[in-house]
C-alpha cells in the first residue's frame, strides 16, 4: 500500500520531519525490510530505536520514532508518543482506504493453517492477501494491512490473544466483513481462567462483525457453534452437521485426508495435501468463506488439492534414513497434541513415536501431561519427553540419540508449545545428524 508520509502524520497525529515521501508498507523488523518500506521501531525486549541504522541501510524512506535519533537531520521520520500504538492508528487508517472484504480467524488450534487454506481457496477467484507466518497479533496485524496491495480484493487475518479484550482491538483496527471461528481448546487457560474464559475472549471476533457481515462457525464445537446466539451477522456453520458439510473422510498412508463436502455452493471431492484428520475442519471452513465471498466452488476445491501450509505446523518430511517426520513444533496444547498424535496414529508405519515438549500457559498443566501421555500410549505411540518429566516419563537431554536405529518404516512426531524450541530436534532428524547437546 501506498502512504505519503504527511498524510500517515496527520492521520495518527504524529509530526513530520525530514522530506514528504511515499513510502510502500511497513515492516518492524528491519532483518526483513523491504526497500520503499516505514520502518516501525517498538521496543520490548529491545529498543527498536537502535535498528533504525540499520532499517534506513536495509532501504527504509522514513520510519516512526518517539526519541530523538540521529537520523532526523538526513531522513524522514514522523514523531508520535507511542510507535506500537501508531503503528495500530496507521493500519485502521489505512483499512478505510482499502476496498478488499477483510476475513479474520480465530481459535485455539488451527488458526494458521485455516488462512493458509482459506487463502489458497479464495485466491482460485479474488485477488488475495494474507499475513505471513504467525502474523497474527497487534503488531502482525496491521503490517499485514500496511503491506497489501491496493488492488487486494480479500484480506485474509488470522487472529491471535492471550487475553481478554485483544481480538476487540484487532477488529477495531481491521473491520472483519467475514470472522471464522475454528476451535475452543485448552490454549491460555491459565490465563484467562478455564476453557469459558477462551470462549469468551475468541468470542470477541463474532461480536465484532457488522450486521452485513458473515459468522463461520465450527458445528463439531459446542463452545464455537454457541456463539452464533451472539452474532449480528449472518451464520454459516461447517463441520460434519453444518451448512457447509463433510463426510466420508479417508486417510491415506500420510495422513492426508479425502473427503465429501457438500455446501449451499456446491459439492465434491476434497483431497488435501497436508496431513491430519483435523486439517478437514480447516479446509471445510475455508470452502465456507470461498462460498460466501462468490468463489466458484469446484475452482476452490481445486486449489486445496494443492495448497500447502507453514512451516512447523503438520509439516511432513522424509528424513536421510528414510523415516516420515512430522513436524508440528510451532505450538501445543492439550487439543491440538491429541490430533497431531491421531495423525501419526493414522501414519502407515512400523513404529511410531512422538518426541513432546511442554504444553505451555494451560491450567492443571501435570494433569493434562499425563493425560496425554496416556493417550499417546492408548495407541501404540512411543513418547519421548524433551525438558519436562510432566509426561510421567524421565526428559531424555539427546532424544535423538536415544531414538536408537530408525529408517524406513517408522514415522516420528515433533510436538511442543513454541517457547521449548523443538524444531532444532526436527531439524536434526531430517539433515541426518546427531545433536549431542541438551536441548
Known amino acids: 500500500m501506498r502512504i505519503l508520509a504527511s498524510e500517515a502524520a496527520a492521520a495518527i497525529g504524529g509530526r513530520l520531519i525530514g522530506p514528504d515521501v511515499h513510502f510502500d508498507g511497513a515492516s518492524f523488523d528491519s532483518r526483513f525490510l523491504q526497500p520503499g518500506q516505514l520502518f516501525v521501531p517498538l521496543v520490548a525486549e529491545r529498543n527498536g530505536h537502535e535498528f533504525i541504522g540499520a532499517a534506513r541501510e536495509a532501504g527504509a524512506v522514513a520510519h516512526l520514532t518517539s526519541e530523538t535519533d540521529p537520523f532526523r537531520r538526513d531522513g524522514t521520520a514522523i514523531e508520535v508518543a507511542d510507535t506500537a500504538r501508531a503503528l495500530l492508528a ?3 487508517w489505512a483499512r ?3 476496498e478488499a472484504r477483510v476475513v479474520g480467524i480465530t481459535g485455539s488450534v ?8 482459506v487463502a489458497a481457496a479464495v485466491s482460485a477467484g479474488l485477488r488475495t492477501t494474507a499475513n505471513e507466518r504467525s502474523f497474527n497479533n497487534e503488531q502482525g496485524l496491521p503490517i499485514t494491512i500496511l503491506n497489501a496491495d491496493g488492488d487486494t480484493e480479500v484480506l485474509v487475518l488470522e487472529m491471535g490473544m492471550r487475553g481478554f479484550g485483544e481480538i476487540a482491538l484487532l477488529c477495531e483496527v481491521a473491520r472483519p466483513d467475514i470472522g471464522v471461528v475454528t476451535v475452543i481448546g485448552h490454549s491460555h487457560t491459565e490465563l484467562l481462567g478455564g476453557i469459558g474464559g477462551v470462549a469468551r475472549a475468541k468470542r470477541e471476533l463474532v461480536e465484532g462483525l457488522p450486521s452485513s457481515g458473515t459468522a463461520i462457525l ?3 464445537d459446542e463452545q464455537v457453534a454457541a456463539m452464533g446466539a451472539h452474532a449480528g451477522a449472518a451464520v454459516v456453520t461447517y463441520g460434519t452437521a453444518g451448512d457447509v458439510r463433510v463426510s ?7 495422513a492426508r485426508a479425502r473427503f465429501t463436502i457438500d455446501s449451499p455452493w456446491g459439492s465434491g471431492l476434497v483431497e488435501l495435501a497436508v496431513s491430519g484428520a483435523h486439517m478437514v475442519g480447516n479446509a471445510a471452513a475455508a470452502l ?3 462460498g460466501v465471498l462468490g468463489v466458484d466452488f469446484n475452482s476452490a476445491i481445486d486449489a486445496l488439492a494443492d495448497a500447502s501450509i507453514s512451516g512447523m505446523r503438520m509439516e511432513v518430511r522424509t528424513a536421510p534414513s528414510g523415516a516420515t517426520v512430522i513436524n508440528d513444533a510451532y505450538n501445543a496444547n492439550p487439543t491440538s ?16 513415536i512422538a518426541i513432546l515438549g511442554l504444553m505451555a500457559e494451560i491450567d492443571d498443566a501435570p494433569a493434562a501431561h499425563r493425560e496425554i501421555a496416556e493417550y499417546a500410549a492408548a495407541q501404540g505411540i512411543e513418547l519421548v519427553a524433551v525438558a519436562t518429566d510432566l509426561y510421567g516419563v524421565e526428559p531424555n537431554e539427546n532424544p535423538v540419540a536415544a531414538l536408537g536405529d530408525i529408517g524406513e518404516g517408522d514415522a516420528l512426531l515433533v510436538k511442543a508449545s513454541r517457547s521449548a524450541g523443538l524444531e532444532t530436534i526436527a531439524e536434526e532428524l531430517l539433515s541426518g545428524r546427531e545433536s549431542h547437546s541438551s536441548p
Open 248 to 254: 466420508n473422510v479417508e486417510l491415506d498412508a500420510l
Open 337 to 352: 497434541m491429541r490430533a497431531a498424535l491421531d495423525a501419526l496414529a493414522a501414519t502407515e508405519a512400523r513404529r511410531r
Open 90 to 92: 496507521l493500519a485502521q
Open 288 to 290: 465456507a468463506v470461498a
Open 218 to 220: 465450527n458445528a463439531d
Open 96 to 98: 478505510q482506504g482499502l
Open 110 to 117: 488451527g488458526k494458521t493453517s485455516t488462512k493458509d487454506l
